[in-house]
T-cell receptor, first 113, second 114 residues
Framework: DVKVTQSSRYLVKRTGEKVFLECVQD?????MFWYRQDPGLGLRLIYF???????EKGDIPEGYSVSREKKERFSLILESASTNQTSMYLC????????????FGPGTRLTVL | AQSVTQPDIHITVSEGASLELRCNYS??????LFWYVQSPGQGLQLLLK??????LVQGIKGFEAEFKRSQSSFNLRKPSVHWSDAAEYFC????????????FGAGTILRVKS
């Protein structure tokens, strides 16, 4: 079974803090994704990575950055957290192209106070 | 621009009744179509996907979906709903022309009445 794990299920941070969300996959997948999930808006792509040290902006990259130093690990960074970044964050991985199934982690619910 | 519409935010059905969840898309290329399900407190799981061939595709948990190119739709169906099907369902669309990423609909929350 493919396993995608996220470092925290729940996280509470203060405005202005630097926040790291970690995601690890154990299936040697090429592609990894970070989404933000908000009620009524579905999932919106923040960033994705198709190889180590490679990244591409998704639809809502503002206020976020990412890091992929190892194939299995993809980190999402909020340089200076703001209250409008309170959300559910989902990580996913996929073996290859757009036709491949994406496998999701359980999510991190981030609250910024 | 690519877009995916799930017109129903909430749907309530009785256990044992049939279900249809709607999905419409707007894409300038041949789409790859997916349905994912998210049970409470969990990540998303793939139900089924369509690329080409037979327009009626079978998935897990007794779900099926039909691709209708003329209507730009990919509706999800189940003949008899179980209480465990209560979840949020997401339609997603991708195309090679737009890279290795999917566009998701807003989701439909399914409630099952006993």
């Amino acid at each position: 079974d493919v396993k995608v794990t996220q470092s925290s299920r729940y996280l509470v941070k203060r405005t202005g803090e630097k926040v790291f969300l970690e995601c690890v996959q154990d299936m040697d997948h090429e592609n990894m994704f970070w989404y933000r999930q908000d009620p009524g808006l579905g999932l919106r792509l923040i960033y994705f990575s198709y190889d180590v040290k490679m990244k591409e902006k998704g639809d809502i990259p503002e206020g976020y950055s990412v890091s992929r130093e190892k194939k299995e690990r993809f980190s999402l960074i909020l340089e200076s957290a703001s209250t409008n970044q309170t959300s559910m964050y989902l990580c996913a991985s996929a073996p290859g192209g757009v036709s491949d199934t994406q496998y999701f982690g359980p999510g991190t619910r981030l609250t910024v106070l | 621009a690519q877009s995916v519409t799930q017109p129903d935010i909430h749907i309530t059905v009785s256990e044992g009744a049939s279900l249809e969840l709607r999905c419409n898309y707007s894409y300038g290329a041949t789409p790859y179509l997916f349905w994912y399900v998210q049970s409470p407190g969990q990540g998303l799981q793939l139900l089924l996907k369509y690329f080409s061939g037979d327009t009626l595709v079978q998935g897990i948990k007794g779900f099926e979906a039909e691709f209708k190119r003329s209507q730009s739709s990919f509706n999800l169906r189940k003949p008899s709903v179980h209480w465990s099907d209560a979840a949020e369902y997401f339609c997603a669309v991708g195309a090679r022309e737009y890279g290795n990423k999917l566009v998701f609909g807003a989701g439909t929350i399914l409630r099952v009445k006993s």
